[in-house]
């Protein structure tokens, strides 16, 4: 889809209003090429669900062009229309796509408009990713993209191999791809700009396929598991967004692939596991095993980067962060009260919902482990979101916790229905929220 500074071509383009005080939602009138659209407010949010709509209502029309007359937040009508237009039909085999080819916008808004519709493609580039489907989106395929993406933008690239990851130690990592076909990977990709203001570590949970392992998980919950690396592929987009804006914030994304299969080799309740660390790790339950990915992946990013300000953890992590906060909101948590609120901001400022829960000293008791120095599960079945968060905080340095966020996404990544401006399936949740709160450190 093109956007062109202009008015539109008379006669032809659809001309969108925008009416506070209409009762029906819309009216279209296809003799005067003019649609009609109620807006009872105009923050941004407000401004992205009604270009949600305005996309909804055009999906099946014939126009090709169309202009929004608005005076101002004419980019958040677009970044919803968008958003909103997304369709995933890699797989289809016939689909209809949308006749509008073109948006015309005013020239004063031409530079906020591009700068978000590099946001909206890369969370486009992760709902890709996410949606593809796990034969196709293997950890080595996802080291491939990084590499692409990477080789693309001018960004620093490395790929660890099982053998460079065991002379790391990360056998809690190693464990959990070791009974799939398709070998684990620990990516690094790095936004280097030559003056930059802040340095953030992104990590990225990049379960390609979910299995459980030999927890099995039950049929129906094995369904949408190629979302588990929704964490991973959300770092990749704003890795691509931050270096396609040239942010002058040094980002570097570490990315923890792997599939949690099951197999004569697989590891089992009951195992220990030696972290990179040297943490033990009592194994209570295989399906809880992105927490073992991003324990190691979170050392190795400590070890080999310094002098940062921030370290973020991205991950679908626990279904009970859908339970606590529903489908559609990031559960997040962490010890810098300064870092969540300006994360709370972003997310305000982004349209991405997000909540927080505290961390107490009465769970992190619950993940004592009698025969090891921790347990990957909880004795409690209470409050699952925190004790995972807080097992993940056990491979935060104590020096950097005051520095280190965990977003859980396990609700929004991926969703089994439209909401709002989100199509069905992912979401590209994370990407837009930090994005914005990168722009504004």
Known sequence: ?????????????????????M?????????????????????????????????????????????????????YIIEGF????????????????????????????????????????????????????????????????????????GLEFTALSVEEMEKEGMNAFLAVGRASANPPTLVKIAYRPKKARKKVLLIGKGLT?????LSLKPANAMV????????????????????????DIEVVGFLGLAENMIGGNAYKPDDVLKAKNGTTI??????????????????????????FDYIIDIATLTGAAVVSVGEFTTLMMGDSEKLKKKILKAGEGSGELVATLPFNRYLEEQLE????????????????????????????????????VHLDIAGPAYVERDWGYNPYGASGAGVRMVVNLLENL
């Open 224 to 247: 949408t598991m190629k979302s588990d690396k929704s964490g991973a592929s959300a770092v990749l987009g704003i890795l691509k967004a931050v270096s396609e804006l040239k942010l």
């Open 369 to 404: 482990s009698k025969v090891a120095d921790i347990s990957n599960v909880a004795s409690t079945r209470y409050g699952g979101s925190l004790t995972a968060g807080l097992f993940l905080r056990h491979f935060i340095e104590k020096q950097n916790r005051k520095k280190w």
């Open 282 to 307: 009592e194994v209570r339950n295989t399906d809880a095993e992105g927490r073992l990915v991003l324990a190691d992946t979170l050392v190795y990013a400590q070890e080999s980067e310094k002098d």
């Open 82 to 153: 968008l958003l909103s237009n997304y369709s995933f039909v890699k797989y289809k085999t016939k689909s209809a796509k949308m006749a509008v080819k073109k948006i015309y916008i005013p020239k004063k808004s031409a530079k906020r408009v591009r700068k978000i519709i590099k946001i909206v493609e890369a969370t486009n580039f992760t709902r890709d990713i996410v949606n593809s489907i796990p034969n196709d989106m293997t950890p080595q395929s996802v080291a491939k993209l990084a590499q692409k993406l990477a080789d693309k933008n």
């Open 1 to 21: 889809m093109k956007i062109v500074v202009g008015k539109g071509k008379k006669g032809k383009t659809l001309k969108v209003y925008f009416d506070s005080k």
């Open 209 to 213: 396929y979910d299995s459980g392992g």
């Open 23 to 75: 009762e029906r939602k819309s009216i279209l009138y296809h003799e005067k090429r003019k649609l009609y659209v109620k807006l009872k407010k105009r923050d941004r949010e407000s401004l992205r669900l009604v270009g949600g709509e305005v996309a909804s209502i055009l999906r099946h029309d014939r126009y090709k062009s169309i202009v929004f007359k608005i005076s101002e937040g004419i980019e």
